[in-house]
């Protein structure tokens, strides 16, 4: 079989999960995906059958459009809801003009240093690896560009922003989610993985 199917990938799966179940499902021995998505987001992922494969190299050039929500008041160790919290702080967040004043500043081109929780390699191992080892590694900053930053709704009573991000292809929404979260002063990076 030769072909893109369009999955909508959901929570808890990897997207490589993705691809082996639907090998599996349509006992097809060659497959991939177009683009990573972390184990806890839910959305398009294209994967590649037979000789689609090929293109696949074409497809992960495209821009991205993510929908996030940040949690105000705490920083985890991995970026996400699944990290143990490392941090807090009683700052608030209430004023919407400041929300998108902040947001306007990551519009663009950018450098942007990749989260430890990552399957990124480096010297042949996945970041990922060394964090859950407790090793500190250096991790080179990578050229991103935020084209949009849209908010949708900020929860003053939660303490939730949620926004749409448009961006180039190896953004890390987790990445990007900390430096705002840092820029309206709710949390500040916990030095080690910065």
Known sequence: M?????????KGF??????S???KILNEKKAGHAGTLDPLATGVLPVMLGNATK???????????????????????????????IKTSGNEVLDINQVNVVLNKFIGKQKQI?????AIKVNGKKLYEYARNGEKIDVEPRNIEI??????????EEQT??????????????????DISEALNTVRIYESFR
């Not at 030769?2 to 959901?10: A, L, R, S, V």
């Not at 990897?14 to 691809?19: G, N, P």
Request: net charge negative.
């Open 161 to 178: 922003l949620e926004m749409e991000v448009s961006c180039s292809k190896g953004t890390y929404i987790r990445t990007l989610c900390e």
């Open 21 to 23: 179940k639907t090998k």
């Open 55 to 85: 293109i696949s190299k074409y497809l992960i050039e495209h821009d991205k459009v993510y929908r996030a929500t940040i949690q105000f008041g705490e920083k985890r160790e991995t970026g996400d809801i699944e990290g143990e919290v």
């Open 114 to 118: 990749p989260p430890m929780y990552s």
């Open 2 to 10: 030769n072909g893109i199917i369009i999955i909508n990938k959901p």
């Open 14 to 19: 990897t997207s490589q999960d993705v691809v």
């Open 147 to 156: 084209y949009k930053l849209e908010l949708i709704e900020l929860n003053k």
